[in-house]
């Protein structure tokens, strides 16, 4: 079984400020993907980004890049210039190979402040 | 619709009672997906069907909880004889088809109190 470990419940930035998320997880699976969602108080679920383990390339989305760091099992998300939208708790999962189910972690909530 | 919408949005019920929730997937979406989301936990996989078929059940909790998909398109879990222990929010999910390449996309959730 896979497991996902947020370290963090909670985490503070102010505005335009760089924040970094953390993630860890285990697995004896060779081939994955990561993925970081973001749910604000809406409740709606939003990818945010996604890593196949596969690449060693970290994967960015504008504001939003990831360090994946495979040999430690880490995944963390890194959030540049804050932005009030994006005050939300992170979710990082996790999903096998040929895998159709998110493993997810407790998440983080993130407030950021103006 | 232009996304995955789920109804009701709050339920509140009462021990022992049946409750319904539904989800209606992004047309044309093959796979739907439902999760459980406890208060201050993450997300727990329940099941998830490619067309109307279930090939996994196993994150079901319980006897209790059922579901169905019809006409590759909306989806109902049924949670019967509810207990205080099933309130949390049931989230919804669709993708194109099954797997890892595809992007999985939320519903609004369902909130569920069980008195």
């Known amino acids: 079984a896979q497991t996902v470990t947020q370290s963090q419940p909670e985490m503070s930035v102010q505005e335009a400020e760089t924040v970094t998320l953390s993630c860890t997880y285990d697995?004896?699976?060779?081939?994955?993907?990561l993925f970081w969602y973001k749910q604000p108080p809406s409740r709606q679920m939003i990818l945010v980004i996604r890593?196949?383990?596969?690449?060693?390339q970290n994967a960015t989305e504008n504001r939003f890049s990831v360090n994946f760091q495979k040999a430690a099992k880490s995944f963390s998300l890194k959030i540049s210039d804050s932005q009030l939208g994006d005050t939300a708790m992170y979710f990082c999962?996790?999903?096998?190979?040929?895998?159709?189910?998110?493993?997810f972690g407790k998440g983080t909530s993130l407030l950021v402040t103006p | 619709g232009a996304g995955v919408s789920q109804s009701p949005s709050n339920k509140v019920t009462e021990k022992g009672k049946d409750v319904e929730l539904r989800c209606d997937p992004i047309?044309?979406?093959?796979?739907l997906y439902w999760y459980r989301q406890r208060l201050g936990q993450g997300l727990e996989f329940l099941i998830y069907?490619?067309?109307?078929?279930?090939?996994?059940k196993s994150g079901l909790p319980s006897d209790r909880f059922s579901a169905e998909r019809t006409g590759e398109s909306v989806s109902t879990l049924t949670i019967q004889r509810t207990q205080q222990e099933d309130s949390a929010v049931y989230l919804c999910a669709s993708s194109l088809v099954a797997g890892e390449q595809e992007t999985q996309y939320f519903g609004p959730g369902t909130r569920l109190l069980v008195l």
């Open positions: 890593q196949e383990a596969y690449k060693q």
């Open positions: 069907f490619q067309g109307n078929s279930a090939p996994d």
């Open positions: 697995t004896s699976e060779n081939n994955y993907y």
């Open positions: 047309s044309g979406h093959t796979a």
């Open positions: 999962a996790f999903m096998k190979h040929s895998g159709y189910a998110l493993n």
